[in-house]
């Protein structure tokens, strides 16, 4: 299995708070995601990142933030928790390039609750 | 506006059966097509396609690639109930984002 650790993997949050998710990886793979997948809309990509400092949007992203610091971690943040923010959240790594494409490998997800 | 539409949304066989999943895509700047298997947590990577005609096989799982009309199928045949699960369909297009269709969930029966 690809080398790559969620954190935390439950969390129930009260509305209006900031909640922050890590996502580690041991494989050095240029690109990390941040899906989230709910009932009825499959995986909608929220950010994702090309390298250390190198971020962007998807097709779902007002509401969140992301962070790249290290190749090895990429953050996710809810600046405000909303209740529609509730969803298991996906991260994912690839080493695609801009010449060839490669599969992308999932964290186990994370549980998010917003109450 | 890019799309992946997977069909059946769908589908319970009996052990046995044999079955076939559909994945249509509109995106531009197609690279590949990407297969997916979900039980319950992590989608786990099935196949990856990137030309036309050309079947890819894992055991009784196989699939094909048609990028002139722009859809993929996944073949599951003998199906057993260890393939009961979601299966995600997604696309490799520019800027390296997996676009995904909203998956085809398969219930097998014994």
């Known amino acids: 299995d690809a080398g790559i650790t969620q954190s935390p993997r439950h969390k129930v949050t009260e509305t209006g708070t900031p909640v922050t998710l890590r996502c580690h990886q041991t494989e050095n793979h240029r690109y990390m995601y941040w899906y989230r997948q709910d009932p009825g809309h499959g995986l909608r990509l929220i950010h994702y990142s090309y390298g250390v400092k190198d971020t962007d949007k998807g097709e779902v992203s007002d509401g969140y933030s992301v962070s790249r610091s290290k190749t090895e971690d990429f953050l996710l943040t809810l600046e405000s928790a909303t209740s529609s923010q509730t969803s298991v959240y996906f991260c994912?790594?690839?080493?695609?390039?801009?010449?060839?494409?490669?599969?992308?490998?999932f964290g186990q997800g994370t549980r998010l609750t917003v109450v | 506006e890019d799309k992946v539409v997977q069909s059946p949304l769908s589908l319970v066989v009996h052990e046995g059966d044999t079955v076939t999943l559909n994945c249509s895509y509109e995106?531009?700047?197609?690279?590949?097509l990407l297969w997916y298997k979900q039980e319950k947590k992590a989608p786990t990577f099935l196949f990856m396609l990137t030309s036309s005609g050309i079947e890819k096989k894992s055991g009784r799982l196989s699939s094909i690639l048609d990028k002139k009309e722009l859809f993929s199928i996944l073949n599951i045949t003998a199906t057993q109930t260890g393939d009961s699960a979601v299966y995600l369909c997604a696309v490799d297009h520019t800027g390296n984002q997996f676009y995904f269709g909203t998956g085809t969930s398969l219930t097998v029966i014994p």
């Open positions: 994912a790594i690839s080493e695609s390039t801009a010449i060839w494409s490669a599969e992308a490998f």
């Open positions: 995106v531009t700047n197609f690279r590949s």
